[in-house]
């Protein structure tokens, strides 16, 4: 079936065919997507109850693993806690060979269907490992009952089933934000506003699904129920987000894979270097090459328009008589001559990264919500009459803030800025959010700190001598998750956006994966940043910033090092998002997406 390519506002024809969407999506079959047929909330709901389902799955299994590990497999703290970090380390790994294959050759659809089939599998095998052979005696792996000592082929069996968990939602992940974003076309007004309302409602369904999985969930598990109302419950979930999933399967919208980027990047650093000493004129466009529709290496997706900047990869494309004898030869060597889109999509990848690089200081604010965080709260008054509240449940008032914010964001801010604005036509970029999520994230280390001198001052005056906890409760701590969920709304909501805007078409997926990769490397530079610390500060029999006891110790002094750190890195950011230039899309009707304002901050 073909369709009417005419402007968003001058409607329907009648008689004619029936109008198509302008951004280059297809149907199922690969034909070009009806717009009144196809995508839009109908499929984007779909995938946000499949997005909330798949979460509480996952984070069924993580939130608790730790523990599993100590009371069921009895490995020490030191050894479980290595192993959930290198399994949340394959996670975000996986994300990045999901996103490959995603943007290569599988496309978005496919690849969440696979993926999540593995995710699926691996739940259920880890369900009936345990019920049949890890939860032995009956009963065991709660907090008095030890359970017995297991088989080498058991202990990998268990292992295999969680690192299918780590391979199927890390490999899903960062392909369905942007399948969902695909589901809008943002060369239509009404769809392009449908678009990036509809990440901030996916970081709000991610969220949900884990605040359950937080609570309910993990309240079983901590009671010992692991393999029925624990690890089962999880798998239901996954395989309701997947039947869910499949369901929606001839109402999508697709982008066609578009290649290996690997070669296409290489092609454009090789071609460029052949030439490097070819002088392109400024300003010459005309000497440039393009292929066309036919010839193009990204699929037909939408080309790329030329800018400024990076002059030097530009001789990639730029044609010399060389190139010139080729072709009247019929040979083309994609070595030595390559389109503009394929060049302007290098230029693409390497302004991003400086933005990139800045998010990795805010992830290290962001993971001490589930480390120091917790430990703080430890050693402070847990109770309210009889009722101990755990710890590591103070990040409910985070995904309840997250909550918050998202409606604040999207029904009273965006639309005050909106009309503030002269042109009216959007309210805060995605950049100028990100810088507000980052301002948000130094308040939240300086509330952290200042609860923590509080209890500090507390704990020396209850009991001087003494490990004990503080007399402190462990509510003044609300204040700074409440700023962590407020900075996630902008930082992470806008990071997904942008890289999903920003990235060309050939390399959505891989955008996403970016957001996943800046959360590991968080991890990683704040477990060196407290190494460090603690290396320093531990001088002179002095027990360091972050002993054991932390009633000996200074953590107050690390939450104010990170929120100078994440102030040095805002300047850093402010630089950076000046200096940035918006990607420029031609549309299949010939019109120009991209703004010129988005690097204002």
């Given at each position: 079936?073909?369709?009417?390519?005419?402007l968003p506002?001058?409607?329907?024809?009648?008689?004619?065919?029936e109008?198509?969407?302008?951004?280059?999506?297809?149907?199922?079959?690969?034909?070009?997507?009806?717009?009144?047929?196809s995508?839009?909330?109908?499929?984007?709901i779909?995938i946000?109850?499949?997005q909330?389902l798949a979460?509480?799955?996952?984070?069924?299994?993580?939130?608790?693993?730790?523990l599993?590990?100590?009371?069921?497999?009895?490995?020490?703290?030191?050894?479980?806690?290595?192993n959930?970090?290198?399994?949340?380390?394959?996670?975000?790994?996986c994300?990045l060979?999901?996103?490959?294959?995603?943007d290569?050759?599988w496309?978005?659809?496919?690849?969440?269907?696979?993926f999540?089939?593995?995710?699926v599998?691996?739940?259920i095998?880890?369900?009936?490992a345990s019920?049949?052979?890890?939860?032995?005696?009956?009963?065991c792996?709660?907090?008095?009952?030890?359970?017995?000592?297991?088989?080498?082929?058991?202990?990998?069996?268990f292992?295999?089933?969680?690192?299918m968990?780590a391979?199927g939602?890390?490999?899903y992940?960062?392909?369905?934000?942007?399948f969902?974003?695909?589901?809008?076309?943002?060369?239509?007004?009404k769809?392009?506003l449908?678009?990036v309302?509809f990440?901030?409602?996916?970081?709000?369904?991610?969220?949900?699904?884990?605040?359950?999985?937080?609570?309910?969930?993990?309240?079983f598990?901590?009671?010992g129920m692991?393999?029925?109302?624990?690890?089962?419950?999880?798998?239901?979930s996954?395989?309701?987000?997947?039947?869910?999933?499949?369901?929606?399967?001839?109402?999508?919208r697709h982008?066609?894979?578009?290649?290996?980027?690997?070669?296409?990047?290489?092609?454009?650093?090789?071609?460029?270097?052949?030439?490097w000493?070819?002088?392109?004129?400024?300003?010459?466009?005309?000497?440039?090459y393009?292929a066309?529709?036919?010839?193009?290496?990204t699929?037909?997706?939408?080309?790329?328009?030329?800018?400024?900047?990076?002059?030097?990869?530009?001789?990639?494309a730029?044609?010399?008589?060389?190139?010139?004898?080729?072709?009247?030869?019929?040979?083309?060597?994609?070595?030595?001559l390559?389109?503009?889109?394929?060049v302007e999509?290098?230029?693409?990848?390497?302004?991003?990264?400086?933005?990139?690089l800045?998010?990795?200081?805010?992830?290290v604010?962001?993971?001490?919500m589930a480390?120091?965080f917790?430990e703080?709260?430890?050693?402070?008054?847990?109770?309210?009459s009889n009722?101990r509240?755990?710890?590591?449940?103070m990040?409910?008032?985070?995904?309840?803030?997250?909550?918050?914010?998202?409606?604040?964001?999207?029904r009273?801010?965006?639309?005050?800025?909106?009309?503030?604005?002269?042109?009216?036509?959007?309210?805060?970029?995605?950049?100028?959010?990100m810088?507000i999520?980052?301002?948000i994230?130094?308040?939240?280390?300086v509330?952290?700190?200042?609860?923590?001198?509080?209890?500090?001052?507390?704990?020396?005056?209850?009991?001087?001598?003494?490990?004990g906890?503080?007399?402190?409760?462990?509510?003044?701590?609300?204040?700074?998750?409440?700023?962590?969920g407020?900075?996630e709304?902008f930082?992470?909501?806008?990071q997904?956006?942008?890289f999903?805007?920003?990235?060309?078409?050939?390399?959505?997926?891989f955008?996403?994966a970016?957001?996943?990769?800046?959360?590991?490397?968080?991890?990683?530079?704040?477990?060196?940043?407290?190494?460090?610390?603690?290396?320093?500060?531990?001088?002179?029999?002095?027990?360091?910033?972050?002993p054991?006891?932390?009633?000996?110790g200074?953590?107050?002094?690390?939450?104010?090092?990170?929120?100078?750190?994440?102030?040095?890195?805002?300047?850093?950011?402010?630089v950076?998002?000046?200096?940035?230039?918006?990607?420029?899309?031609?549309?299949?009707?010939g019109?120009?997406?991209?703004?010129?304002?988005l690097?204002?901050?």
């Open positions: 079936m073909g369709c009417l390519e005419i506002k001058e409607g329907k024809f009648k008689g004619e065919k109008e198509c969407t302008f951004d280059g999506t297809v149907d199922l079959h690969g034909r070009p997507a009806i717009r009144e047929r995508g839009r909330w109908v499929a984007g779909i946000l109850l499949n909330g979460t509480l799955a996952f984070f069924g299994v993580g939130v608790n693993l730790v599993f590990l100590t009371r069921v497999l009895q490995q020490d703290n030191a050894d479980a806690a290595n959930v970090s290198k399994w949340t380390g394959t996670v975000y790994i994300s060979f999901g996103a490959f294959l995603s290569s050759y496309g978005r659809y496919k690849t969440c269907a696979i999540q089939v593995i995710f599998i691996g739940l095998l880890l369900s009936l019920h049949f052979f890890l939860l032995n005696p009956r009963g792996g709660d907090k008095t009952t030890p359970c017995g000592s297991h088989s080498s082929w058991q202990i990998g069996l292992y295999l089933s969680i690192y968990i391979l939602y890390g490999g992940q960062p392909n369905i934000a942007t969902g974003a695909d589901q809008f076309d943002e060369e239509d007004p769809e392009g449908s678009k309302a990440f901030s409602y996916f970081y709000l369904a991610m969220n949900l699904g884990q605040l359950f999985s937080n609570t309910i969930l993990g309240y598990e901590d009671k692991w393999a029925a109302l624990g690890f089962g419950a999880s798998a239901g996954a395989f309701a987000g997947l039947v869910l999933f499949l369901g929606g399967t001839l109402m999508y982008f066609k894979p578009s290649g290996n980027p690997l070669s296409r990047f290489c092609q454009v650093i090789v071609a460029a270097t052949k030439k000493r070819v002088e392109v004129p400024a300003g010459d466009q005309d000497n440039l393009e066309n529709e036919k010839e193009s290496s699929n037909g997706v939408r080309k790329i328009l030329h800018t400024e900047g990076f002059k030097f990869l530009d001789r990639a730029f044609i010399t008589s060389r190139d010139l004898d080729n072709q009247k030869q019929g040979q083309q060597d994609s070595w030595r390559c389109p503009v889109s394929q999509e290098v230029k693409c990848i390497l302004r991003l990264l400086p933005i990139w800045c998010t990795i200081i805010y992830s604010v962001f993971t001490q480390s120091l917790v703080q709260g430890v050693a402070m008054k847990c109770t309210v009722f509240i755990p710890p590591a449940s990040s409910s008032f985070d995904i309840l803030s997250v909550a918050l914010f998202i409606f604040l964001y999207r009273v801010l965006d639309p005050v800025v909106s009309r503030m604005k002269k042109s009216g036509s959007k309210g805060l970029t995605e950049l100028q959010r810088g999520g980052l301002v994230a130094v308040m939240a280390m509330s952290a700190g200042i609860v923590e001198c509080y209890r500090l001052k507390y704990a020396k005056k209850d009991c001087p001598h003494c490990d906890s503080s007399s402190l409760s462990i509510f003044w701590q609300i204040p700074q998750y409440a700023f962590i407020a900075s709304v930082m992470y909501v806008g997904l956006e942008f999903n805007a920003q990235a060309p078409d050939g390399l959505k997926s955008g996403s970016l957001c996943m990769t800046s959360i590991s490397l968080g991890n990683y530079v704040s477990s060196l940043l407290v190494t460090i610390v603690m290396k320093i500060s531990t001088i002179d029999n002095m027990p360091g910033w972050i054991g006891n932390l009633n000996k200074h953590l107050d002094r690390f939450y104010f090092l990170l929120a100078g750190l994440t102030t040095i890195n805002l300047v850093i950011y402010v950076c998002a000046k200096w940035y230039k918006s990607i420029k899309l031609e549309g299949k009707c019109r120009i997406s991209g703004e010129d304002d690097s204002a901050v």
